[in-house]
């Protein structure tokens, strides 16, 4: 489609060169005229003259023997899936007194990144202490009522009363431990002399910023979002793959990512896993690929961002392969150019018929459907030039 694309403009361009160089025959000035219009070809050969040739910085290349595996392109997007990613919520009401969170910034699990003033954490605090207190008052108290009621001195309700109150402190005082724990605050440590008003915030897991929602001063409650985190060392790759396609894919595969905005640029994936579910929309197939190489490579990829995947579904083995950009889409067919002839008045090309295979590294395999004399000079670059002059287009010198 591309190639496509780009020979419509090169044909655009050329018809409206001749269109100028036919309004120039029309006036006055005609020793002026430099648009030269190619002929249809002699004996069905395209023609480009000696200045043509330079203009286009026509190379060559020859049909030779590659190892190209059968490839499959779908589309892709960079992805870190939601058990990656992590939301710092308040899990109580407050202030938000202290935000250590920087966007983009990157943090360990367990990080502080926040803090939250709740003043009425004293009460609770308090209550755990005073029941602390009790607690040693009533275990007393309880001791002495037994040693009564062992030596009949005492009525049993007495004892009974002082087991109950026993009891019922220890009660509370697992209660109130497990509050405090919720809090931050480690009971067995809580003493009048580190009473705190502060809860901290803590990142649960490892990796990159990525949002904050919420500044210093404002109030929370439970629940409200401060900021978000995602581990981008689980970025990979979701490849769609159609449902007509997707006995060709399987576990192990090798992927070949690039960005549409550069195309010379290739990255390696594996496919290490398939879902079992087909999208209703798409009707196609997730499947995940890990992204392989150096990480430094990658520092720039972000979640979200879409890509072109190759995926090499099986090996053809040696195939006759020839440079990308030495065939040409012509309508429904495709086509190479290689040099019949060349003379004082220019180069002359002839063209045949071929068929597409698999590609990769900028080569593909092709299969000649008319014969191709041994060792002939076929075009890479300025393909598309040469089948604008078979064409018969105006081109401006």
């Given at each position: 489609?591309?190639?496509?694309?780009?020979?419509?403009?090169?044909?655009?361009?050329?018809?409206?060169?001749?269109?100028?160089?036919?309004?120039?025959?029309?006036?006055?000035?005609?020793?002026?005229?430099?648009?030269?219009?190619?002929?249809?070809?002699?004996?069905?050969?395209?023609?480009?003259?000696?200045?043509?040739?330079?203009?286009?910085?026509?190379?060559?290349?020859?049909?030779?023997?590659?190892?190209?595996?059968?490839?499959?392109?779908?589309?892709?997007?960079?992805?870190?899936?939601?058990?990656?990613?992590?939301?710092?919520?308040?899990?109580?009401?407050?202030?938000?007194?202290?935000?250590?969170?920087?966007?983009?910034?990157?943090?360990?699990?367990?990080?502080?990144?926040a803090?939250?003033?709740?003043?009425?954490?004293?009460?609770?605090?308090?209550?755990?202490l005073e029941?602390?207190?009790?607690?040693?008052?009533?275990?007393?108290?309880?001791?002495?009522?037994?040693?009564?009621?062992?030596?009949?001195?005492?009525?049993?309700?007495?004892?009974?009363?002082?087991?109950?109150?026993?009891?019922?402190?220890?009660?509370?005082?697992?209660?109130?431990?497990?509050?405090?724990?919720?809090?931050?605050?480690?009971?067995?440590?809580?003493?009048?002399?580190?009473?705190?008003?502060?809860?901290?915030?803590?990142?649960?897991?490892?990796?990159?910023?990525?949002?904050?929602?919420s500044?210093?001063?404002?109030?929370?409650?439970?629940?409200?979002?401060?900021?978000?985190?995602?581990?981008?060392?689980?970025?990979?790759?979701?490849?769609?793959?159609?449902?007509?396609?997707?006995?060709?894919?399987?576990?192990?595969?090798?992927?070949?990512?690039?960005f549409?905005?550069?195309?010379?640029?290739?990255?390696?994936?594996?496919?290490?896993?398939l879902?079992?579910?087909?999208?209703?929309?798409?009707?196609?197939?997730?499947v995940?690929a890990?992204?392989?190489?150096?990480?430094?490579?990658?520092?720039?990829?972000?979640?979200?961002?879409?890509?072109?995947a190759?995926?090499?579904?099986?090996?053809?083995?040696?195939?006759?392969?020839?440079?990308?950009?030495?065939?040409?889409?012509?309508?429904?067919?495709?086509?190479?150019?290689?040099?019949?002839?060349?003379?004082?008045?220019?180069?002359?090309?002839?063209?045949?018929?071929?068929?597409?295979?698999?590609?990769?590294?900028?080569?593909?395999?092709?299969?000649?459907?008319?014969?191709?004399?041994?060792?002939?000079?076929?075009?890479?670059?300025?393909?598309?030039?040469?089948?604008?002059?078979?064409?018969?287009?105006?081109?401006?010198?």
């Amino acid at each position: 489609m591309k190639n496509t694309f780009f020979f419509l403009i090169i044909l655009t361009a050329f018809w409206s060169c001749g269109e100028a160089g036919h309004s120039h025959e029309a006036g006055a000035d005609n020793n002026h005229d430099h648009t030269y219009t190619a002929p249809q070809g002699v004996d069905g050969l395209a023609h480009l003259s000696p200045e043509q040739v330079k203009l286009a910085g026509i190379e060559y290349a020859v049909l030779a023997k590659k190892n190209i595996s059968e490839d499959l392109r779908v589309n892709a997007q960079l992805v870190v899936h939601q058990e990656h990613t992590a939301e710092v919520t308040a899990f109580s009401d407050g202030i938000l007194a202290d935000l250590r969170a920087t966007l983009n910034a990157t943090v360990r699990k367990g990080q502080v990144l926040a803090t939250v003033r709740k003043p009425d954490l004293l009460d609770m605090q308090q209550q755990f202490l005073e029941n602390k207190d009790r607690l040693v008052f009533l275990q007393s108290e309880f001791d002495r009522y037994k040693l009564l009621k062992d030596a009949d001195a005492t009525a049993l309700k007495n004892f009974q009363k002082a087991d109950a109150d026993l009891r019922t402190a220890k009660t509370t005082a697992a209660v109130l431990a497990a509050k405090l724990r919720q809090y931050q605050i480690n009971p067995d440590k809580l003493t009048a002399a580190n009473l705190t008003t502060q809860l901290t915030l803590t990142s649960p897991v490892n990796g990159i910023v990525t949002a904050i929602h919420s500044n210093v001063g404002a109030a929370v409650q439970p629940g409200t979002l401060i900021c978000e985190v995602m581990d981008m060392s689980q970025l990979h790759a979701d490849l769609w793959v159609y449902e007509k396609d997707i006995l060709k894919v399987k576990n192990g595969q090798l992927v070949q990512l690039v960005f549409p905005a550069d195309a010379s640029k290739i990255y390696p994936a594996v496919i290490y896993s398939l879902d079992k579910t087909l999208d209703p929309e798409k009707r196609a197939v997730r499947v995940h690929a890990k992204l392989q190489g150096s990480p430094a490579a990658q520092t720039n990829f972000v979640n979200g961002a879409f890509l072109e995947a190759h995926i090499a579904t099986s090996d053809m083995g040696s195939s006759d392969a020839l440079p990308e950009v030495a065939v040409v889409q012509e309508g429904e067919d495709d086509f190479i150019y290689y040099l019949e002839k060349e003379s004082t008045e220019g180069h002359f090309f002839k063209k045949i018929k071929v068929q597409k295979g698999g590609s990769a590294n900028g080569f593909v395999s092709v299969t000649l459907l008319e014969a191709l004399p041994e060792g002939a000079k076929i075009v890479s670059k300025g393909a598309y030039y040469v089948s604008a002059q078979g064409a018969g287009v105006a081109v401006e010198e």
